[in-house]
């Protein structure tokens, strides 16, 4: 509740906006989140429908209609074995957005959770968790993630879970510096004061106020993961082909760009550059959104 102060001195409550209207406020402020957020939900919507709204068979090879350049039939041409890449590409949007999802939502589950309780308890917790961080950071973080792969053999699971690894230690080190900052804070002290146990006043009083800077890195690793995963494919170790993903056709087509089949390759780079665009845009919107201090 807010208190606005009328001509004749007398003080009157506002309530808060509402999620609904704040959202609609920080869309129409900022047309670049619209923008992005657009672009997100346009993703979203193709990875839903996607296999029942492409025109041919993302697998259906065909001899005589190879390298053909984009046209009326096929908006985004053919590859070199005849396949449909309009089709390719819409399909693929399903897997890389749940490659996607999936690992950022393992790293910021654990990375946060073991980084708010370094934070808040201090003591072997801390040092443990440092000593994690520091380990995983050691290392080139894509070599790392090629090791994990090369190792337990390159399936979705595998992927999944070597981007959630590399990601742990952002999520780990920032929820850390946060909770570190807040547990000593006054509305901290109140709450303990209250009653709370310190497992309340951590989840309910502390991780919620360190939420906006986490949502700005979470955009940010959607897309880093997408490219990651995208690498992982483009070199081999990724998704196994004929299975449609933008890192695999970029690498399928990389072959013809100098003999003049410019699409094979480009086209899913495309949606591949859109899409770590689109995640890189969302941060402040997001940041906005969560913020509590902006909740006015």
Known sequence: MSVDITASGTPTWRRPPGI????RYVLTENPVTL????LLLLFVVLAAVGPWIVPYDPLATNAARTLKPPSAAHWFGTDQVGRDIFSRVIIATRLDLAISLSAVALSFAFGSLAGACAGFYGGWSERLVSRLVDTIMAYPLFVLAMGIVAA???TVTNIVYATAIINFPFYARMARAEVNVRREAGFVEAARLAGNSGARVLAVHIFPNCLPPMMVQVSLNLGWA???A???SFIGLGVRPPTPEWGIMVADGAAF?????WW???LPGLALMLAVFCFNLLGDGLRDLIDPRRRT
């Open 20 to 23: 609904a209207r704040r959202v």
């Open 35 to 38: 923008g992005a957020f657009g």
């Open 152 to 154: 337990l053999g390159n």
């Open 226 to 228: 997408i490219l990651n």
């Open 230 to 232: 995208a690498t992982l």
């Open 257 to 261: 760009i100098i003999s003049g089949e």
């Open 264 to 266: 094979v390759a480009s």
